[in-house]
């Protein structure tokens, strides 16, 4: 009878439950759109011919490699997932986290491998294309890469979207019916545990990333690093000569790196940004006063901040779409034309973000939409800046980059030096502007007196920035395929002319990833300080519905833990600057960053030198590779990058994982507060820092390879050439890395959350030994 | 007659003032003991014999080329301080500080510039005597230049303990009777603002450390690069050739930058460690309970806690001084045996300050002398930790320094990702260390309860490491001694065995030295805690003697200043983890570590480059340097790393100075506390990062030099030269300076602190513009 009537309690809710936003349903419209047209790309893609025999068995070569390398990575990931679903499964059998929690954990996971998956894909059967179509034209080869590139731009944003509206399909209206009270929260509104839950998809999609960026990045900086090492410097013999063993992993080191690593990548920060955007809406409409409610309920509302950000991402889908039809240059387009036929895109789509932004947020009725439209243009602007400053230190048509240039005339060692003192500089300004930019949208949306709702103003910045990713990642794809399809040409013996334009797609590309990269680094900043702001929210639910906490005693009054500010949290666990336990917290998080860049460093060293050591063997063992009568054991090399990429990347990724349960079971939750910060600070300056040394001295290698200070062949080159190896794993491996690090620490954060709460009540072991 | 009568109230005080423990006198004695000693062995260093003509002419040429350079440095920086000095003055003028300020805070500078002064003069003596000594026997050289060394140690332990100890009979006992109300309270317990006055005079030191360190830094690497880069690499002649235009400026640069920058900077953590934990302790005192009082006034009390420190700094003079006689080697002694020498003494006076601290507390009579003891033991141990790991990252009889060797190899790129690697892993442990040490000190002593109390355990901790300076000092400057003298040896044409001793005494230095720097590091982490705390001292100062302010609401409650505790003022101050300010405060500090270490190198990088083409000039345009018959113009080489030395210092310097206190204007108290928590330990991290990568280069190539992988001249060889310019910058310009940058800016935060509170009440202009 009891379950009887608790039935039609449950049904009666169901119907009862508010309707979405109209504009909620946008984003699973624009996720089938995305789709499509990613679909459509491809096909448009695979009807052009890849070219002559050799090309196509090149670009094949590259496509078994890659396809080898991503299918051994799934295996190991694949494990990894099944180890900590079991985990989470473990921790939801004793009621210390949600039973949905390791399910939506999976999905991130597997989402974010199938858009890597078809991303490589498009990227691999775009090369010998794009290598072909340059044979007829500039344009022709741009169209191509480009659109190949938006595979992956789309599949992405469309994938994201869809698994963020299928899963709140389904919490929202499904679970609730089919599934017993205490799966979903049966209370009025059940938002707040919603986003909770959803979160924990990101933590898939963070996990996968990290693994991506760090396999990825070791791969494709091993083969780098061993061919450049030994044909380059050691035979003589040009980048991409088919006689260098290493040439088709570096090939393929491209794609599993660049396209795979940096499509799991921005995966994980586009999801994550609208989900702690949407968690941080609810639980700042839970907490807010009349002021918000217009004489809603609170479930009214926080349904109206959730479709805030997902609205946002959706427009920015439609826009990133026609931006990609609006990139056309004439055949004869020189570099010039073709940068501002890229740039207009990226224009066209950020403005229009700001200007639909307005119209949509008032439409959707949200009380401030002024001051979120606010934070959308404050968001845009700081990408814009840290975009445009990326490409002051890196871009060789300014002065940090030429200046490094000058001194590798003196020496390879100055060269070094100005290079790491370039990218130390370079997150001066880019600090600054993150710091404007959640003081501005803080401010505008909150203040201290309403912190939650300030926070997701620095939310909906982080959105801002990434809403058009759909366009930006197409441009940043679009680089290693046009890199690859240089390589193809080289290697197949085409004209020279094939190479020069696809060099001039590549040397474009570099610009718009520019910008590209300044919108992903300017939003992992923000969104994890949103995520900072998750965490007690986590924290909250905890409490209520998986120990049952009712109040808490702060400071000698007893607060309802649902109407508990940020500031009681604080009070609570003792969170103070002069805490130990936090000083601790920050000292690790520090530390921990610059331990995860050794380790991530020391494993491109290690996989560099096993790779030098085999193309070595290859030239003195295999006889007339030289003179073109004998063909190199590529196989041999694409093996020893995989197999190295597998086994280094398994320990930097666990420290992210185990350091945050670690330092939370010691110290709390304080600790855990702290551990985040310092990650968050230090992790942001020293990817700037990592990231732009290696873009520098890379391009200060290309400005001399122009002819400048001798040109090619000079000592200066050679000075230079050392640089660019040193920067290859500052740029491609350990600097993109920790952004994914950052995040993926405060992910595991949230759903060990459960777990430290119940050890030691939240307040750490030494707490609880010591009081 | 209220003249009078005040008058007479102030010699009643005068009068009934405590008189001072026993055990405070043991300061000034061991003061005046310590600076007997330095010129009974500065007198005995020059008892022998200069050696032959051209020993003589080469030893004045360095010594004219350092006292040049510094006469030059101390004009700069004493402009800096005349208008510091003035700006102090018209902040007293408004009230925003205590007259007596900036007369403090010229003390601290112009005694750390006659320590500079002291050592360097006796180092530049000290070179051709130990290279004539070694042409006897290697002991003869150690003692020399041991000796020599210890007149630094012991000049710089004297003055500092004799400043503070003349600056609190002033304010004790003189101040109060002399000057009128306004200049020293007349309250019952003066002390609070007797040690916030004496922290300006750790200010003046700091400043001064801070120039002597860039300044010096950069001197010694200008010319080192230069040198190495034209004269080794480019002319294929040794080190310390006198056909090399630059090798006087390198022999200078050993001089101004690792003997006078070490001294000052040294000099400043001393003072500081003291001066800091002096404050708190009166401090803790000032809010304590019963349970410290014993029955005594807290006059009484606060007396107890500013003597202990002090006490144990001159415990440790002491042990120095026997320290340095238990070094002896037998004059046919190898390497091994002249490890155990100098670790003898090292080893002897940690356990002598470890086992005398105990009865000096007790009979002192602290209440929680045990606490205390527990703390110091806890600090000696942070220091050998992080002093053992330093030497095992850094000493070419361990792994890291091999591998980077091995990588040498294969390629100089290959062996500069390992040695950052290596430098960004070195970091873990020494962290993990003083978190621990943090922890341990903190609850032994009070616990979140007593914070104060806790924290003034952390400062007497950092006291701890660094009481035995006297002797780990001699052992520090003795490197650049021998390594001095060996280029007097090799200019000089003495006997192969001579440069040979001279090198065996320099390497057995390098061990101790990283001993002595692992406790320098180690104490600066845990004295800029200290100083954190103090900061939160200095602005309750501010409100009651400066700003006349009696109490504060905070949370709706009204409390006395004198009775708030740290946590009321993080509550009043929004000192929160999610306010912004602090955020911002915290991004700030992080890119001000990075900032800083970007300008010193890049200032080396500019300085080299100038250095670089002089020398090439002079190869070209003076005929007959290669085979000896036309002499190289050292002159020009020892100017030019002056004028950039003297260039290039400012900007980084004015950096440290200007940006709490902008920080301060615009974010407020809580900003300035984010700011210095983010230097501290994202410059904690950096700081042992370059350091030890730095070393580690070093050693790299030093090991291939005695014979491994191919030895001098072969490829690996030339390798490890480029990982050792790059690392030079690295481990003693950036690195080191960034130790001072951080103790830096919480001394300019400190003194200018009435400052920010009239400013903007505190809170900051942000807030109170928006509030």
């Not at 990226?346 to 307005?358: E, T």
């Amino acid at each position: 009878m009891t379950g009887l009537f608790s039935f039609a309690v449950m049904i009666d809710r169901f119907v009862s439950r508010s309707a979405l936003p109209l504009w909620w349903w946008l984003a699973p419209i624009a996720a089938i759109l995305a789709l499509g047209f990613a679909v459509h790309f491809y096909r448009q893609m695979m009807s052009h011919s890849e070219g002559t025999d050799q090309m196509r068995f090149i670009a094949q070569a590259v496509r078994d490699g890659a396809m080898a390398y991503l299918k051994r990575q799934y295996r190991v990931v694949g494990l990894v997932f099944v180890i900590l679903f079991v985990v989470f499964l473990v921790l939801s059998f004793f009621r210390l986290q949600n039973p949905i929690v390791p399910f939506a954990f999976l999905t991130g996971g597997v989402f974010s491998a199938i858009c890597g998956f078809i991303g490589m894909k498009a990227a691999t059967n775009a090369s010998a294309r794009t290598a072909n179509a340059s044979r007829t034209s500039l344009n022709g080869g741009l169209q191509i890469a480009l659109r190949s590139g938006a595979v992956m731009g789309f599949v992405v944003v469309g994938f994201a979207l869809l698994d963020i509206a299928l899963w709140f399909l389904l919490l929202y209206f499904v679970f609730p019916v089919l599934l017993p009270n205490n799966f979903i929260s049966l209370a009025e509104n059940p938002l707040p545990q919603i986003t909770a839950i959803m979160l924990s998809f990101g933590m898939g999609a963070s996990t996968q990333a990290l693994f991506a960026r760090v396999g990825g990045g070791i791969y494709t900086k091993a083969a780098d690093v061993g061919a450049d090492l030994v044909g380059k410097v050691e035979k003589n013999i040009p980048e991409d000569d088919p006689r260098n063993p290493a040439t088709i992993a570096d090939n393929v080191g491209d794609n599993v790196g660049d396209v795979a690593g940096m499509g799991a990548d921005l995966y994980e920060s586009y999801a994550g940004s609208i989900l702690a955007t949407s968690a941080l809406g609810v639980a700042a409409i839970g907490l807010s006063t009349d002021l918000f409610m217009n004489g809603k309920t609170e479930l009214e509302m926080g349904l109206l901040y959730i479709t805030a950000p997902i609205a946002l991402a959706a427009i920015g889908v439609v826009l990133s779409l026609i931006a990609i039809y609006l990139v056309r240059a004439k055949d004869d387009a020189d570099q010039e034309q073709l940068i501002k036929a890229l740039s207009r895109g990226l224009y066209f789509s950020s403005a229009g973000i700001a200007i639909l932004a307005l119209p949509m947020l008032f439409l959707l009725g949200l009380p401030n939409w002024l001051a979120v439209w606010i934070c959308i243009l404050t968001g845009l602007a700081v990408g814009l800046i840290v975009g445009k400053v990326t490409e002051y230190y890196t871009s060789h048509a300014f002065g940090p980059t030429r200046e490094i240039a000058a001194q590798a005339e003196t020496s390879s060692a100055t060269a070094l030096i100005e290079g790491m003192a370039v990218g130390m500089e370079s997150g001066g300004i880019p600090v600054a502007a993150v710091v404007v930019g959640i003081i501005i949208s803080f401010y505008t949306m909150g203040g201290i007196d309403n912190l939650l709702m300030g926070l997701f103003g620095v939310g909906m910045a982080a959105v801002a920035m990434l809403s058009t990713l759909g366009f930006t990642l197409a441009t940043d794809a679009y680089g290693p395929i046009a890199d690859n399809a240089g390589g193809n040409a080289e290697m197949s013996g085409l004209d020279k002319i094939v190479r020069e334009r696809t060099d001039q797609l590549d040397a474009v590309g570099n610009t718009t990833a520019a910008i590209g990269k300044g919108f992903a680094i300017g939003s992992a900043a923000l969104t994890s300080m949103a995520l900072l702001a998750a965490y007690m929210e986590e924290i909250r639910l905890v409490l209520t519905e998986l120990r049952g906490v009712e109040s808490l005693l702060v400071r000698g009054e007893l607060i309802p833990v649902a109407k508990m500010t940020i500031e009681n949290f604080m009070d609570f666990y003792h969170v103070s600057l002069f805490n130990p336990a936090v000083l601790a917290g920050i000292f690790t998080g520090v530390a921990t960053a610059f331990f995860f860049s050794a380790m991530t460093m020391r494993a491109v060293g290690r996989a560099a030198t096993g790779m030098v050591a085999e193309v070595r063997r290859q030239f003195r063992e295999i006889k007339g590779i030289m003179d073109g009568s004998g063909l190199p054991d590529y196989a041999r090399c694409v093996e020893i990058s995989t197999g190295a990429a597998q086994r280094e990347m398994i320990a930097p990724s666990l420290v992210a994982i185990i350091i945050p349960v670690v330092v939370g079971i010691v110290f709390g939750i304080a600790g855990v507060l702290g551990l985040l910060l310092g990650t968050l600070t230090t992790g942001f300056s020293l990817a700037i820092t990592m990231s732009n040394a290696g873009g520098a001295w890379d391009n200060a290698k290309k400005y001399i390879e122009v002819g400048k200070f001798g040109g090619k062949g000079s000592l200066a080159h050679k000075a230079a050439v050392v640089g660019d190896t040193v920067g290859d794993p500052f740029k491609d491996t350990s600097g993109p890395a920790l952004n994914i690090l950052i995040k993926l620490m405060t992910m595991v954060s949230v759903v060990f959350a459960g777990l430290i709460v119940a050890f030691s009540n939240g307040q750490g072991l030494l707490y609880m030994l010591l009081h």
